[in-house]
Nanobody, 119 residues
Framework: QVQVTESGGGLVQPGESLTLSCVVS?????????IAWYRQTPGKQRELVGE???????DYADSVKGRFTISRDNAKKMGNLQMNTLKPEDTAVYYC????????????WGQGTQVTVSS
């Protein structure tokens, strides 16, 4: 059984930094998976923050570009979301998504971790 577990959320002040981690456990060929980070606030749709490809190419939402960095460690089956210069509007539950679109397709989600940016 594959599990995705996020950690690292918490309460920070505006301008501070936070790093979220996502560990994927179970029988999974992690190298074949893309890692995406999403966030969601109450009453709104889940929003794609960014993702990293199998080969390490990254893409980000305009709202976080230049502030957030996604990385991965295939040996540890881990993805990271480094968040700098946090703003109150970054407050959300952040979710890690490990997925592959080739054969066989697969899609796994974590339970989410709360990030609150407030003074």
């Amino acid at each position: 059984q594959v599990q995705v577990t996020e950690s690292g959320g918490g309460l920070v002040q505006p301008g501070e930094s936070l790093t979220l981690s996502c560990v994927v456990s179970g029988d999974i060929a992690f190298n074949y998976y893309r890692i995406a980070w999403y966030r969601q606030t109450p009453g709104k749709q889940r929003e794609l923050v960014g993702e990293i490809s199998r080969r390490g190419a990254t893409d980000y939402a305009d709202s976080v570009k230049g502030r957030f960095t996604i990385s991965r460690d295939n040996a540890k089956k881990m993805g990271n979301l480094q968040m700098n210069t946090l703003k109150p509007e970054d407050t959300a539950v952040y979710y890690c998504n490990a997925y592959r679109i080739d054969s066989p397709p697969a899609n796994f989600w974590g339970q989410g971790t709360q990030v609150t940016v407030s003074s």
